[in-house]
DNA sequence: GACGATACGGAACGTGCGCCCCGCTTCGCT
DNA sequence: AGCGAAGCGGGGCGCACGTTCCGTATCGTC
């Protein structure tokens, strides 16, 4: 467990794995063979299986630091002074990169992989403010749940990653933030 | 193409196939392995393949059938005499299916495929008439297209297939109908 | 009941892909 | 420069699955 420094040529094919996989399952989601992320590394599959033990596991270091930074996002929109609008700009950021990050739905969906369920019970948590903010607020409904929150947006994802009309992602995602305000009645 | 009238043997074991594959497909969606289909058939998979050219010519003609179902249901709903509950009354009862049917986002989505395209197509026309119809009653909002209430629709399934909890799938179901509503400001 | 046509079953093939192995290269230290 | 250790590459294995082939069984007719 001494975790001795990887040598200077390992740690940089390392980083080409990761970006290279990064890049894949971005575009085309966990489906991309292995293989052709290693060669887009510019390495051997051999290598690939030097750093992460398998595939689940690279896939699972892509995921982390998207989740990571879905966290981050989150925690600084929670202090903001308005929660209404910093639920809206969160949600907003997530339909954004949907396109770009064809791998998401799965990266939340795989929440049951060790050290990934870390990251997206602090996802939760952050989500957990985030949205009670807002409902205090009035800005959104009172009835939906964190877990009701990320199956939606798990939904708005995949569709919007799928569809190639942008317009269409737009006002599915409309009609989503609609259906999260209080309703009267 | 004389289409010659199939053996008595022949045609039980079509029959046993499209009924074993509608209920495989139905529960695990696409992916099922055909062997399995065909073991629960208590037929060899040389046989399925004696009555469809392919394994996605059988998810098709299973699909056919479900889509069909739903063409049929939107028809009848269209008639009715409040167009907001007709409209209400078709989302409800795809969501009710929805863990009924695993299958259905597939089916909804395969739309490229001989066959499937006219079933889709009629689906888009029947749905154009409900949507069209809640849309002037003012139970729907006017900016909803009917691909993106598909792809919507095609999401919903999806998330709520996928989650255990049926409460979940309520209230994400809720959430999605209250978005469609026209939006008051 | 016998014969030809039809259909069956399941072993076998091809492909795609995750993953492993091992001879060779490269690194880093002295 | 030289040597041991660390790392590399890619051929290859095993498995899963769609699909095919063909020897055998079953059907339907005369």
Redesign the interface.
Known sequence: MADRPLRADARRNRDRVLAAADAAFGERGFGVPLDEIAAAAGVGPGTVYRHFPTKEALFEAVSLARVQDLVADAQARATATDPGSAFDGFLTRLAEEADRKRDLPDAL?GAGARGMSDAVAELQAALDVLLARAQTAGAV?G???V??LI??L???L??VG??S?PA?GR??F???????RP?QG
């Open positions: 969906a409904r009835d939906v749940t877990p009701d199956a939606l798990k939904g708005l995949q569709v799928t569809d009309d269409l006002r599915v409309a009609v989503v933030r609609d259906g999260l309703q």
